[in-house]
Structure formats: C-alpha cells, structure tokens
C-alpha cells in the first residue's frame, strides 16, 4: 500500500512571548517541530540547527535502520548545538525538544525529546502518542500529584530532557501507519 502525505504547518507567536523559539519542517517523508528554549534568541538557534540537522532524513532514499538514523540525527545535533555555544557563549544554555515523525511506506518512525507532542487521530479516536519529558508528568507517574494537579503546577514548564549539547537519549519507535490516520505534531504552546 503506498500512502500519500498532505500536510500543513502553522506557527503563531500568541500573546505571551516576545519572539517564536519554535522551528518546523514539513516534506514528503518527514514531519517535525522543535521548541526552542534559552532566551535571547538562543532558543531559536537551537531549534533551527536541530530541524537543520533533521532535514537530510526527508531525502527520497531507503532507510534500512531508521532507528538508528534518528537517534544519530540527535547526536549529531547536539554536537552542533554545543560548538555553537564554544562560539558563543553568550548561547550557553540554550536547547530544544524535538518531535519528528520519518515515513517509510506503512511504518512510521517516532522521535520525541522533551514536552512537544505527537498525536494521533485513528478511527475517530485522538491520542497523544508522545510522553512528556517534564518534572510534573514524572510526578504524576510516580503517583506523587494528580493530572488535575500538574495543570497548575508551579514546575510544570520544567523539561527534563531537551536536545541542548550534552548527551540526551531520545525516545525512538516504530508504529504503524494506516490509511486516513492524521497526525498532529505541536509544542506545548498549543
């Protein structure tokens, strides 16, 4: 079965923030979102050299160890992101989560860094197919507060891992795709 990709992107600076630290890319075989983090603009550097790194995944070729790829995809990523910081300091500090979802016929391959999501809607039915990399979602699934009680939080904006120079383990999985499935890829903005 071979399945065609429509897809659409849409960034929105809302009414908090100053600038827009989150970077997107959207192409035939490849979907990601990266939420920039830092301040000063650093965030938006990194955001920018993750999807940079990330883009050479969406080449029309055969990817016999996806998994693989994608996890040297965030090595490589942080390696750049820390030169950049070498360069200049005044970036230390900076980083980003990353979400991407890499196509290949009925299989898709998931990678998530951080709190930005993936969602997916199936049969009528949304899931978030992600798990967030933050202090709170580690309190709630360790019983320690409820969902109802990480909304409000005083931590719950704190990531736990984020692409951002130094070693991180990315989650990485493989999933079926199936005709009419739609995915949502978003940074906790939304």
């Known amino acids: 079965m071979t399945l065609a990709l429509r897809y659409a992107v849409r960034s929105d600076l809302g009414l908090v923030r100053s600038n827009n630290e989150d970077s997107v890319y959207a192409g035939p075989r490849l979907l990601a979102v990266a939420d920039g983090m830092g301040g000063h603009a650093a965030g938006e550097v990194a955001s920018k050299i993750v999807i940079g790194t990330l883009e050479r995944l969406d080449e029309d070729r055969s990817l016999p160890d996806v998994m693989r790829e994608l996890n040297e995809v965030v090595v490589e990523a942080n390696a750049r992101i820390a030169e950049a910081v070498r360069r200049d300091p005044d970036l ?3 980083g980003t989560t990353l979400t991407a979802l890499r196509f290949m016929g009925t299989r898709v391959g998931l990678l998530h860094v951080g709190d930005s999501r993936a969602y997916l809607l199936r049969a009528g039915e949304l899931a978030q197919i992600t798990h967030d990399d933050t202090y709170v979602q580690y309190l709630v699934d360790t019983g320690k507060i409820t969902a109802e009680e990480a909304k409000d939080h005083p931590r719950r904006s704190v990531i736990l ?3 951002r120079g130094e070693d991180v383990e990315p989650d990485i999985s493989i999933r079926e795709v199936r005709s ?10 939304l």
């Open 92 to 94: 230390d500090g900076m």
């Open 161 to 163: 891992r984020a692409v």
């Open 180 to 189: 009419g499935d739609r995915y949502l890829l978003c940074s906790d903005g």
